[in-house]
């Protein structure tokens, strides 16, 4: 089987980058790049006009498979990634059982096999059953596929364990995704701590109780000489706080999500519950710095923190709203408007933080289009305006706080280990 | 004017002359007009309350339903009597011993009530925003009778209207506010609406009670007892609950009350006139000391009888704006 992808331009993050080239991929692998190839094919897509990218790749993502699946499944979730143009996926553990152990790795491999969509790559707990008290088999979960480890959505909140999560997860060369977030300041609070919070009666998330564990975990990682990536950083601080530690050496790497650097807390107004996630929509000047960030390289990538929740766990007082915003299907035209759009980045800048750099940290042989790599593509059109309907989603859920936004950026196809798949 | 005059003149205005929306949810979206013309039918409406035989038709046909899902003395009894006095159907349902009990959401319980052919849903709950997401959901009309930290704007409306009955204005009126800013919605909703109507608010509480950003809401926030009531016309004490105690807000009841309780030697800093208020319950001794509380400028008791007419003026208004 010979796919042949003519008069695109190709984007990578390094290297051949922002030129007119075709494709000629040959089962599973890429060929050949160069322009104009006259060779026989049994497929071609042609892609005049748009822009061929390495397939996109999500770091963190909720697939709630296995325990709830009435909010999303491997099956709603792949094919929700897929038209966002997602090649690949590392969903995490906070699942019902939690994935702390081998079978449940094995599960999520064998049911994403059978689904053969967007690949997809489980996070392991930290502690079994995310309670922080007990690391889980690191070795053996590495051996059997984990991808890195996390309790997200529990925040590790002994210092302590998390030092030695971090060199027991080295020990394996594995990666921890810390959650940052020091719970005993959020208290019950449900949105971030400000003026909007107090005009809208809601109880607060400060700033720096996400700052204070981003500073914590930095430090550890600096003390135990371990790597660490943060997850979803939402404020200048947290920005700030990271750039000074990779200027000091620090193997750390940060991720943040389309939401914080789109929106900000007065999306909550009139109890949105849909603006409702965790770390919170911050201010206006938290997006500047978060924008900074990407531009500067001190946050590598952007994840999407794909949260599905069913309507009627949103359809509540916001109090009791669950957190967390779907993200697949919104990530590439959100960053795309509003990254690269506004001249803040380029596509190259944008591939490495949504395809190049993820693989990097999460070491996959992915996110960069040459000769002989596994051909896993995504081809968008960034010229149409389009405008955001959640009823469209293919995910199960329609939590989004984005629908009739106008933005750019339509996935045309995904390509996954040389078939075509969308 | 005799009561059937004053039927007569209250009945005949079947159009209202200001237009309101389907539900008062706080006083963060009311206008001056708005809240004056509130203000205006509850004076009317208070002569009601004070004839012998209270009872007017204003009501009649209407059904007002009061739903609590906190307990509530005065607030609740103000609603269900300010219905019975102008002859609508008053009924009530409490969280406990309803199928809220059972774990049925706000938006079903809501839709049940409204398909019995309910008017009004007067509503209190624990969540700020609750309020908003049954107004949404419902036919019926629906009062805020407070929700959470977020909004309480019918004991703000009957606090300007005893404000207004005793000062004659509120503009340029310097007003404390003294007690916990941070959990009350009372002091949010008279701050929203004081500060409309041309009040300088002074909001006083230790630091731990007082929420972030409060000052751009155009109030000023001090600490100092001293800088708030210096001068002041109007003082209201907000109620300090005794578990702020436990969760690290305040260290004692007792240091609380001498750096911002609110006794004789400290109002000697108010206005010698300084009219004293306080939505209730109060923790005598805390708050506000009890001769204070008691005394000549004290107007708790008048404030609980406006609260009777501020809801039937209320009523009254959301029943008719569809006519």
């Known amino acids: 089987m010979r796919l042949l992808i003519k008069n695109g331009t190709l984007i990578n993050a390094e290297g051949l980058t922002e030129m007119k080239r075709d494709i000629l991929i040959a089962d599973e692998m890429i060929m050949q790049i160069k322009e104009n190839i006259t060779d026989e094919y049994d497929m071609m897509i042609d892609a005049t006009g748009c822009h061929v990218l390495p397939g996109l790749i999500d770091a963190h993502c909720h697939l709630r498979e296995p325990g709830f699946e009435y909010k999303e499944d491997i099956e709603s979730g792949t094919l929700s990634a897929l038209h966002g143009g997602f090649t690949s996926i590392a969903c995490m553990p906070n699942t019902n059982p939690v994935i702390d152990n081998e079978a449940l790795i094995n599960y999520i491999y064998d049911r994403s096999k059978q689904i053969n969509r967007t690949k997809v790559y489980p996070i392991a707990a930290v502690s079994i059953n995310q309670e922080g008290k007990m690391l889980t088999e690191m070795g053996f979960l590495k051996l059997a596929g984990a991808i890195a480890f996390s309790d997200d959505g529990k925040p590790v909140e002994s210092s302590s364990f998390m030092k030695k999560a971090l060199l027991y997860a080295d020990t394996f060369d594995g990666l921890i995704i810390s959650h940052c977030e020091d719970k005993s300041l959020c208290e019950d609070g449900v949105m971030n701590e400000g003026y909007m919070s107090t005009v809208l009666g809601l109880s607060g998330i400060p700033k720096v109780a996400e700052e204070l564990m981003v500073y914590r975990d930095v430090r550890l990682a600096e003390y135990t000489g371990t790597k660490i990536h943060i997850a979803h950083i939402s404020t200048r601080e947290s920005v700030d706080i990271i750039r000074q530690a990779k200027n000091r050496g620090v193997k750390v790497t940060a991720e943040t999500c389309p939401h914080y650097f789109t929106l900000t807390e007065e999306s909550c107004d009139h109890f949105n519950t849909l603006a409702k996630v965790n770390p919170p929509l911050r201010t206006s000047d938290d997006v500047i710095a978060i924008i900074e960030g990407l531009k500067d390289g001190t946050i590598d990538i952007i994840a999407t923190d794909h949260a599905p ?71 968008v059109d960034v010229n149409e305006r389009k405008t955001i309907d959640i009823t469209k989603f293919k995910s199960k859920s329609s939590n989004s706080p984005y629908h009739g936004f106008e933005v750019y950026g339509e996935i045309k196809n995904v390509i996954i280990d040389g078939k075509v798949v969308l | 004017m005799s009561l059937t005059v004053l039927t007569a003149c209250i009945y005949a205005e079947s159009e209202l002359e200001m237009k309101f929306e389907k539900d008062l949810l706080g006083l963060k979206n009311l206008n001056e007009e708005q809240i004056l013309y509130v ?56 969280a406990s011993g309803s199928s809220v009990a059972k774990g049925e959401t706000l938006i079903d319980t809501g839709k ?29 009309s629906v009062i805020n009778a407070g929700d959470g930290m977020n909004e309480h704007p019918t004991q703000a409306l009957l606090d300007f209207y005893t404000i207004l009955e005793h000062k004659g ?97 400290s109002l000697k800093m108010a206005d010698k006139d300084a009219y004293i208020m306080h939505p209730g319950p109060v923790n005598r001794g805390v708050e506000l000391a009890s001769n204070v509380m008691d005394g000549p400028l004290s107007l708790i008791n008048e404030q609980v009888k406006n609260g009777v007419a501020i809801r039937m003026a209320l009523l009254y208004i959301l029943t008719r704006r569809s006519i």
């Open chain 2, 39 to 94: 203000i205006d039918t509850a004076r009317k409406m208070k002569m009601l309350i004070d004839s012998p035989n209270k009872k007017s038709p204003q009501l009649q046909g209407k059904t007002i339903i009061t739903l609590f899902y906190e307990n509530s003395t005065r607030t609740r009894m103000s609603f269900e009597l300010a219905t019975k006095y102008m002859s609508g159907n008053a009924a009530n349902i409490s």
């Open chain 1, 309 to 379: 929740h069913h309507n009627d766990e949103k359809n509540v007082e916001f109090s009791y709203a669950s957190n967390g915003l779907i993200g697949f299907e919104t990530a590439f035209c959100l960053s795309y408007t509003y990254l690269v759009k506004p001249g803040h980045l380029t596509m190259s800048q944008l591939v490495s933080l949504m395809s190049f750099k993820p693989a990097r940290i999460l070491s996959l042989d992915a996110g960069e289009i040459n000769e002989g790599k596994q051909a896993d593509l995504t081809i």
């Open chain 2, 169 to 265: 204005h509120i503009r340029d009126l310097k007003i404390a506010i003294v007690g916990d800013i941070k959990h009350s919605r009372v002091a949010r909703s008279n701050v929203y609406g004081l500060t409309r109507l041309g009040a300088k608010v002074f909001l006083c509480a230790p630091k731990t009670l007082i929420p972030p950003d409060m000052e751009k809401t155009g109030a000023i926030i001090t600490t100092n007892l001293k800088e708030a009531l210096d001068g002041a016309e109007v003082v209201m004490g907000l109620r300090i609950q005794k578990e702020r105690q436990n969760s690290g807000l305040l260290s004692s009841v007792r240091e609380y009350h001498k750096f911002f309780g609110l006794n004789e030697q």
């Open chain 2, 112 to 140: 049940t009530l409204d398909m019995m052919g309910t008017d009004i849903i007067v509503m209190r709950h624990p969540c700020s925003g609750a309020a908003d997401l049954l107004a949404k959901n419902v036919r019926a």
